[in-house]
């Protein structure tokens, strides 16, 4: 029998111990010989047909554990168990699954936000209150809460991949995005504007339009730290210095609050583009991307059924 993905939890955290670097196809096979399954069982395929349900339940499995910090991935392709995952090993735990990881702080932190971000809800914080949310979801609002935590994970491994591309690389990730969202016409056009203008704090400049009636310019910078206010007002000067009334901002960080809420007074207008929605503008739009699989929900057509 396949095991579910909490069963799985507490082996691949004993596989890990080792302290070695492991690629989920390596881990796969080893939690299937663990669990002595059958070759048939190690080949029966998910709902839609595009992985195995074992390789399926193991992904899940090392994320749970890797929201919860017990492992970390040092790679995008690989895990590796952390001094948290080796100390909770030393106590023996007899199993590790949801109820088990929501007593772990990192991992209450990562579901609360979640939630709050997802449904807009307040709630104590605690344990027991996640819990209750998640029970009484209808079964769409599980899928579409499901569907949020895919969408999240995708979101943040965009985040990273970006982070370690070159300067030059995002540049040409901008220029993709914002053709695909309509602007620029062409990519060579945009291309031969963006990133080479560097005057005053702005990286490029693309048509706002296919046809070029206006333009729009973007300042794309790979930021480590929070963008504040200050980083706002030296590009509203670089627009007024070109004559400028519109400008994009995109960081792979964040904005502080004051960068936020900060409104010209002239007839300026910016757009502030932090790295979460860039990277759900990318998911969006199809960019760095690509559909794993599809699920169609059906409902009853009660037009159907009229006589």
């Known amino acids: 029998m396949i095991p579910d993905f909490q ?5 691949l955290l004993k596989i890990l111990a080792d302290k070695k670097e492991h690629t989920l196809r390596e881990l796969v096979p080893q939690i299937c010989d663990k669990f002595s399954l059958t070759n048939e069982e190690r080949n029966e395929l998910v709902p839609s047909g595009v992985q195995t349900k074992i390789y ?4 899940w499995g090392l994320t749970h554990l890797r929201k919860a910090k017990l492992i970390l991935s040092p790679k995008r392709t690989t895990v590796i168990i952390s001094d948290k ?7 023996y735990p007899k199993k590790i699954d949801l109820k088990y ?3 772990i702080p990192d991992y209450i932190s990562w579901k609360e936000t979640i939630l709050k971000e997802k449904l807009d809800i307040n709630y104590p914080n605690n344990k027991s209150a996640v819990d209750e949310i998640e029970t009484e979801k209808t ?13 999240e994970e995708l979101a943040i491994e965009l985040i990273d991949k970006i982070k370690e591309c070159t300067p030059s690389f995002f540049e040409r990730l901008v220029v993709d995005l914002l053709i695909k969202m ?3 016409g062409s990519r060579r056009e945009a291309g031969r504007v963006i990133g080479k203008s560097g005057d005053g704090g702005i990286d490029g400049i693309i048509n706002e339009d296919k046809l070029g009636l206006d333009s729009i310019y973007v300042q794309a910078k790979k930021w480590e730290g929070v963008v504040g206010r200050p980083e706002i007002h030296k590009f509203i000067g670089a627009l007024a210095g070109q004559g400028a009334k519109k ?3 995109i960081t792979t960080s964040y904005f502080t609050k004051e960068a936020n809420d900060y409104q010209p007074k002239n007839d300026t207008k910016i757009v502030l583009i932090d790295g979460n929605k860039l990277a759900n503008l990318m998911i ?22 009229d006589e």
Do not use: C, H, W
């Not at 769409?140 to 969408?151: N, P, V």
């Open 182 to 184: 309509g602007y620029g």
């Open 85 to 91: 995952g080796i100390e909770t090993l030393k106590t």
């Open 247 to 249: 400008g994009i901002f």
């Open 101 to 103: 990881l929501r007593e």
């Open 139 to 151: 079964p769409e609002e599980l899928l579409d809460y499901s569907y949020s935590q895919i969408k």
């Open 7 to 11: 069963t799985i939890m507490l082996p």
């Open 284 to 305: 969006e739009y199809g960019v760095g991307v690509a559909t794993k699989f599809n699920y169609e929900v059906k409902k009853l057509d009660s037009d159907y059924f």
């Open 56 to 59: 399926n339940r193991v992904t």
